[in-house]
């Protein structure tokens, strides 16, 4: 027993003077590289043949690790939108609704803004429901020219009126720069489209302005990228951000897009925003609308998104997937019993 | 006044006279036909010169809904699968867990089984939480013939044994036809893979046998095809089939698969089969498996099917995926909470 | 034999009197609808009681078309991008070449603009290789907000004095209305990126220039909405649209996006429209590069897109995908020996 | 001068006894190791404390680089596809058509065999275009039960006996394990279907036999995966595989699947086994198969597939996307030009 004490005793030894002859050299090394440019590299790949293959092992990760960390602290921006970043939840409130508390919240209305009685037989419906967040498109982003691209400020004018006369809060989508001038002052929430997710220069210029944004998701962003556009408007300052998961593109045609119920939570923890679920637009079919609106609470949501119209058939845009008032009821009445 | 009674008199008068003249014109037709293979048509393009518009569109959908009736008769063949075919839930009664009564149902164990010792501890884990159905892979599929395969037959005498011990049914994976006299006899519920989904001479052949089949959706199977292929299974007579949406592939990278929470409602609606989620493959990590169940039972899913390991890191497949005892004890806790 | 005759002769008596009959109807008809607001729809649920199968269905056929023909006449609009609107192909003529004309083109260039000299470098190469189309980036979409952004209208600079000096014209992306009046005068065509292909306000302002506009395929955009945004821009005037397909988004990771090398004579077919092929971004990697501008030029493409770098491993953005110039020249090389 | 000569001495003397030490060392540990089971890790911690930034990432470079080529040289199967394992192009002879030998070979005949006449009028019309190689389905694997299912062996035998009057070799699907004793004397090639790229049983059976197979890629196998399932079919000994690219799954509708043209010269550069192009079941659509089989072949594919049948309206399956006798004649000719 002896011999192992004082084997390991010899190899304490050596492995301290090797440790001091290791310190004396960093010092010289030190001072050719400071004083004269002399670089001198210590012959590891020599020294590698004194190690076994398990040291050789432990030795790489702790080595890997240290690189990485300092990559890491020199590359790595922590990102506003991380839980680095804000360990807690944002909450946005809006109208009295504190998005993002943990309580879900409902944002209704029509697809587009049609005429003020369209919008105001909606809102009356959804106040008697105790929803307080209208949406209504103004500016519609349509896939053919000659499809009715909404009413423009005419549109907005209808919704704040509505919204005001009701006590509600608008929500509407902005297409460009150029419409903020005009359209802000009638927007309480700006939503950012799917269609425009990665249009960057109206998120750097949201981004500038205090008003809560809600960003969709694109149409076949990843999660990463969907992050990083909320990035480019906390960047410039703006932290009111909500998500909005609305169904991604994939093969299937039973949906008119595939609703990722997964970013759900993969979002809530890697970032400190409110999520919402659209449902409308990830169904396109009002069939499944309320077992969808289910799992979206179920999963963690902070609130769900859908379109109601007061005739669906003769409506301008999505006259399949938006609920008539009566189905509405329904939706409501079903959600409210899981909720308690 | 009189004069509108008139014209419509009139006009009432040539319709009776028109039609009887038609009557007359197909008795003749008849005779014509049947008698002197002679076709008479009655030069319609020239009749439609003396309707109008509306009347012609009226017409036109008459005859064609006519036509698509006695095509359908024809061609369409109710499927075994559909609420057509059987208006009620079929539920599946398997080691007293009655899968398809409304109240949720598990389905867990390790993603293969390894050992006896391994599958043991993790059924006995189970016991405790209420699980029933044991699931472990005998047959793996594997993308590389160089990754582990499975034990085989006694993989499946592994699992016999342990479930027996704990009062629990067996549900594994049969890879193709010549598996299957070995195999049944071990077997209580028959799980046809992902990969399998199209091996028709497989579904077919467990068609002729009364076992129950866990159907896995195809990897990128649509709704319509998945539902097709429990069509091969219960046009052979068992009726005994399972649904089991298990994510389908997508662009996304964040999760292995993207679960299509909407297949769920969908299939429960145009099928009268239970329908199970498999949160792990769909989700391929755990963090998130906890809020997917609740998704998944939210949205009226039947049961949930999770991995579960005694020592995940170790394990010869799937290691990042399955869940740990204590990660499977939080995990039936949670979801305990809401299902009440 | 007389006996048919007879029979034919007596049915089409029937058939003249019947017709007879319904011409005097309309005429009645007519009169009660202008003159008395009275509706008088002909009984033809009996009528059909009085055809055969195969006489309903003709006439089913009949109606259905009449009523198609109605409904396309007065929904359809002749797509500007349509072969029915042009039945000759479309050249565009840039710096003397002529995009469309049936010969391959080529557009090359550095991915984003980082200095003088890096660009006319590139620029230099390209002029002996005989790429007249000099393609990059001043305003960078970038999916994070702290990546490179570009160098904004001093890459404008730079770009507009090396095509100069080198005789070639500038092809550079615009992300947004606000940036065209200071970017045109520096542009010869504008490309509109694959992040924009759905920025409505974008494609409409372009609409209303004279400028060659080079668009490419929204990142998971259908053939039959590439095709709308295109219609976007013609609808306000500007004839002058080359399309290019830059790969999809789907499952595979082989590559970055999978060129759908079908959409190219698809869109040769329905359009008359050139279409060229960004072989860069369909690959994101460099070994397939030459393999793929062959597969373009075979399929009936019209020119080929491809990104060059002096020093690709120090550019500031898409680093792995850009060819040095070493493999320019043999790219070149290599497809000159098949296009010949 | 000489101080930092001396300097640069007097670093080399520490760095030649610090090795010295260590060599010491090593020999202590060693013995310590295999004689006293004592491990003892140099402190490598401290050790790091002694290098900078600079040095700490070449070594940990150098180690890791180490690390990994251990890990490889252990886990690292060379694989049999590989251009690792062969360098050459492998080369199948099939009725003296040498597929993989840089030359273009085609592969036609019709979808589904339904009768002697259909199969002989289309394999007349080939060998007058001299294709010698005839496919057909005799097994039909069909999304529904209740489509055609092929006439088995009275399929195999119709196929055998007109490839036999036409100097031709036969290529048909098989679909399970349990047919191939049955089916294999009349098969000249064993096709692998895109819904059994995953049937690993069938795989390994036919690695047993020494038919050459064509392995389809699975509708959404990666290629990592395709080219492991070739594998299975190499690692049991047969080395006749040919890959075939048939298009994957996406959601462009325009198409029936979207073809791959990137995997073709991935799939060359990976693997020294021969590729062709179907180009009808990724088209699935006849207005482009001309122009797809003239891609395939500029990117280096070693063949084309294509379905031909007398009468495609009239065909049991598939009658969109099957070329008539005067199509192929047409796309023979047009292909012919272009392979010169």
């Given at each position: 027993m ?13 492995d301290?003077?090797?440790l ?26 020599q020294?590698i043949r ?36 804000q ?22 209305g ?7 009685d ?9 106040a ?8 209504g498109?103004?500016?519609?982003p349509?896939t ?12 907005l004018?209808?919704l704040s009126?509505v ?19 005009e359209?802000?002052?009638y ?23 205090n ?5 969709k ?6 999660i ?24 991604i ?15 759900v ?9 409110p999520v919402?679920?659209d ?25 769900v998104?859908?379109?109601v119209?007061?005739?669906p ?16 009821d329904?939706f ?9």
């Amino acid at each position: 027993m002896s011999t192992v004490t004082d084997l390991r005793g010899t190899i304490q030894d050596l492995d301290r003077e090797i440790l001091n002859l290791m310190s004396q050299r960093q010092e010289l090394v030190q001072d050719a590289k400071e004083n004269h440019g002399l670089m001198m590299n210590f012959p590891f790949q020599q020294a590698i043949r004194y190690m076994d293959q398990q040291e050789v092992e432990m030795v790489a990760t702790l080595l890997q690790e240290r690189v990485q960390i300092r990559a890491k602290a020199k590359a790595k921006k922590v990102m506003y939108y991380s839980r680095e970043y804000q360990q807690e939840d944002t909450i946005i409130t809006i109208n009295g609704e504190r998005i993002g508390d943990g309580n879900p919240h409902f944002i209704m209305g029509p697809c587009a803004v049609e005429s003020y009685d369209q919008t105001s037989i909606v809102a009356e419906k959804m106040a008697q429901q105790g929803v307080r967040l209208l949406r209504g498109g103004a500016f519609k982003p349509r896939t053919s020219p000659y499809d009715f691209q909404g009413l423009g400020v005419e549109g907005l004018q209808i919704l704040s009126r509505v919204a005001r006369e009701q006590g509600m809060a608008v929500i509407t989508e902005i297409l460009s720069v150029d419409q903020l001038d005009e359209a802000l002052p009638y927007v309480d929430v700006v939503q950012i489209g799917s269609r425009n997710m990665h249009h960057f220069p109206l998120l750097k210029a949201l981004g500038k302005t205090n008003k809560p944004i809600l960003l969709k998701r694109g149409l076949s962003a990843t999660i990463e990228e969907f992050k990083l556009a909320a990035e480019y408007i906390l960047a410039e300052g703006n932290k009111n951000v909500i998500l909005c998961e609305r169904g991604i593109r994939t093969y299937e045609t039973a949906t008119r897009n595939t609703l990722d119920i997964s970013a759900v939570p993969i979002l809530k923890q890697e970032t400190h925003l409110p999520v919402i679920v659209d449902v409308t637009h990830s169904a396109g079919r009002k069939d499944i609308l309320t077992a969808m609106a289910k799992a979206a609470l179920a999963v963690g949501a902070d609130g769900v998104m859908a379109e109601v119209h007061p005739n669906p058939a003769k409506a301008l845009s999505d006259s399949k997937q938006q609920m008539n008032l009566y189905e509405f009821d329904c939706f409501m009445d079903a959600i409210r019993k899981v909720i308690r």
